[in-house]
């Protein structure tokens, strides 16, 4: 890709600790760059660097050939997308892309809702946090027709490594819920095990070097667990997203009568977790649970 | 070390799928070897190669310098030690080594009985499956004096490569315990992840490689994930060994008073699968609950 002016426009709304990377490696990249997030103060920093604040998502949307959404609940997406001064009424033939993690069912009806104004849309959430966002190497998993994604794709690589097309519209957030599902209960298997580890008086961490290596290891295991150990519970992601995850993946289950027993278990004890205060820690506080009691 | 006659005299008691390859590296590498198992068939092999088959555990015990069990369940380990034609009773200032993963109750209880019989004891479980057993890569978690350990080393070494002593007699056990339960909630994980991506429609090959490199990635979603996708739950580790380890995890973790909801839900639903037949497949058939319904 050259450097010139014919770069698409682009637009980003949702400027959390992640869009704000996001965005940046767009602006970057040399992109006209438009912005909006609720609160106006996280734009300061991007428009600093060139971007244009604006004032209203639609306001974005004129002006853009791609908007990415990167908010907080399905209900955010809903409303800037769909919302009187949503993307879908202001944009001008543009390509629309919801990185929020969201449910599968809204993917789809906005990317009817987009098709039939004459957008295209993709959904394509993310995983790898705020390390994998600031460093350019999230995995996209992305929903849509071939078209969208191919014209996503030179945007999509600022941000990301690993970009796959995995179905139709919804396909992307179907594959996020998968990956959550995935987590929830592998958190829940690290945090026993090293409970148990403390119980039986062992040296938590010689137990991780031990057993991190074999059949039990993998990303979880291997560093969350040292977190874990030293009772770090900062955030790399929030407990009340990870909530919200997993409601949208039990609900989307239920509905495909597919019971999930573990993911049941899981969502239950963060949920305690939540209303004891801990929502705003890391998903490997979990751990708390086994040593404060249920 | 060198090849010389005074090279300690090794008995080997156990010889199942993970037990003759593990004797059969002992014996390569130029020890007298004797071995015994319950039905003699599994001992010609070894005798074939050079091992002298013994007619019972109280004959490798006369005139073995380190003696290695490696058997089912606690309670063949406890018949095979403390037994009348057991090692305890007749071995001679031997080293004695249990490597069959078992309680670590048990493991405290013969070390005591052996130490107060002369002897020096370990308890030293492994990870790695048949595989490991094979290319002498097993982790070995172990528990016992350091004596124990240092005396036990040169011998575990030709059987692992990632060998560490985790504390005093019955820490082999518990560690070995804190990784199944690592694994238990861990392959529910993946399996329900999996299965919802099939029941998504998703093409359940490609969300593995999708995700499989992120935060939800390790061993059992990146080995054992394709091999479900394919259908294959054949046997790395029976449903009915690790039911076996669940239940004794449990056990402990009763005795702790810790509470561990992920692993006993794992148990439940290894026990159903159990229940209808399924004890002798491989723990990734866990799939199968949330194909047939629970």
Known sequence: ?????????????????????????????????????????????????????????????????????????????????????????????????????????????????????????????????DVGAREAKLSIMAGGSQAAFDAALPILRLMGANIARLGQAGAGQHTKMSNQIVIASTMMGVCEGLAYARAAGLDASAVLQCIGGGAAGGFQLNVMGPRIVKGDFAPGFFIEHFLKDLGIALEQADQMKLPLPGLTLARQLYTELAEKGLARQGTQALFQHYVHGA
């Open 1 to 129: 890709m050259t450097e010139s002016a014919s770069k698409p426009r682009v637009g980003f709304i949702g400027l959390g600790i992640m869009g704000q990377s996001m965005a940046g490696h767009i602006l970057a990249a040399g992109h006209p760059l438009r912005v909006y997030n609720r609160s106006p103060a996280k734009a300061r920093g991007l428009i600093y660097k060139g971007a244009i604040g604006c004032a209203t998502p639609a306001e974005v949307a004129a002006s853009s050939d791609v908007i990415i959404t990167m908010v907080g609940y399905p209900s955010d997406v809903e409303q800037v997308w769909l919302g009187p001064e949503g993307l879908i009424a202001h944009a001008r033939q543009a390509l629309l892309i919801d990185m929020t993690t969201s449910s599968p069912e809204l993917a789809r009806r906005l990317a009817a809702a987009a098709e039939q104004a004459g957008h295209m849309a993709l959904d394509a959430p993310v995983s790898g946090g």
